[in-house]
């Protein structure tokens, strides 16, 4: 049975992939900055005994990725998902009033870390079977699709880490290596909110068809849950 790495899992959609994986007989590396407080993500690793193993991971923190890659230096990886992000509330403040601060965490949070986490996870990935990246952007990444304007933290976080992932496809393909970015639409979450289109389970559910149809043709592209292509 395959394994998957995902980061961020502790609520919101990477609880969701650890719960379906799971459920699908996968084997689950689930990384959560505190796994002692994370009641959900414990509830699911008591429901799968054997499936989910849960380890530490702030992915702001390079030390902490390169010890957890040594410590699962024996693994093969078939699926990375670089799921953990933040939207700073201050990014709501808009022009006039960037927190400047915030926007250097955001970018070491939803941007660097996808891109330390596929050079720590390599050769475990590179080592598996299916041997794919997925990084989870956001629609609001694409400058084609920007209408409103603000948002300057989330948005260039999210556009940064697209050409990263794009970088990485390219990079990464002699190895046979797979990078796509998924959207994973409006989604009821803690940082959707509750007038969030989708829930969870929808949007993970269609990532995971996305991704179970994808091949090295794919690798590069930036596609929402439901299959369809966004512009960059
Ligand atoms: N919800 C949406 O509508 C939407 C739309 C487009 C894209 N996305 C993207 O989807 C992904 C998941 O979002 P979500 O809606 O599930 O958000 P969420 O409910 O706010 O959950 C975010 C997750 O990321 C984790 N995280 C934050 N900083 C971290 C760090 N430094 N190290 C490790 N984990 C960290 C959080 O852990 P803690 O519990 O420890 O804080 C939490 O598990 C993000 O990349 C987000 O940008 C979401």
Redesign the pocket.
């Known amino acids: 049975m395959a394994t998957v790495l995902i ?10 992939f650890v719960r379906q994986y799971a459920q699908d007989g996968w084997h689950v590396i689930a ?4 796994p002692a407080t ?1 009641e959900n993500l414990n509830r699911l690793a008591a429901q799968y005994p054997g499936h989910i193993r849960i380890y530490a ?5 390079h030390q902490q990725i390169d010890r957890l890659a040594s410590s699962l230096a024996n693994e093969t990886i078939d699926l990375l998902i ?6 700073p509330p201050s990014d709501d403040g808009g022009f006039g009033s960037i927190d400047y601060a915030a926007w250097i965490q955001t970018l ?3 941007t660097m ?1 996808p891109l330390k986490m596929a050079e720590a996870f390599v050769n475990q990935i590179s080592s598996s079977n299916l041997k794919t990246i997925t990084t ?5 990444g694409s400058i084609a699709d920007n209408q409103r304007g603000g948002s300057y933290i ?1 948005r260039s976080s ?1 556009a940064a880490v697209n050409m990263v992932a794009k970088s990485l496809a390219i990079d990464l393909r002699p190895h046979g290596i797979i990078s796509v970015l998924l ?11 509750r007038d ?1 289109l989708i829930s ?1 389970e929808q ?1 993970v559910t269609g990532m995971r068809r996305v991704l179970s149809r994808i091949t090295l043709a794919d690798s590069g592209k930036f596609i929402a849950y439901d299959g369809q292509l966004i512009p960059w």
């Open positions: 980061t961020g899992t502790s609520r919101g959609i990477g609880l969701e990384c959560c900055r505190h994370a991971l702030d992915v702001a923190s670089n799921n953990a992000g933040i939207y070491q949070i939803n870390a989870i952007t956001s629609k609001m989330y999210k959207h994973p639409g409006w989604v009821k979450t803690d940082m959707g909110g969030a969870t949007s």
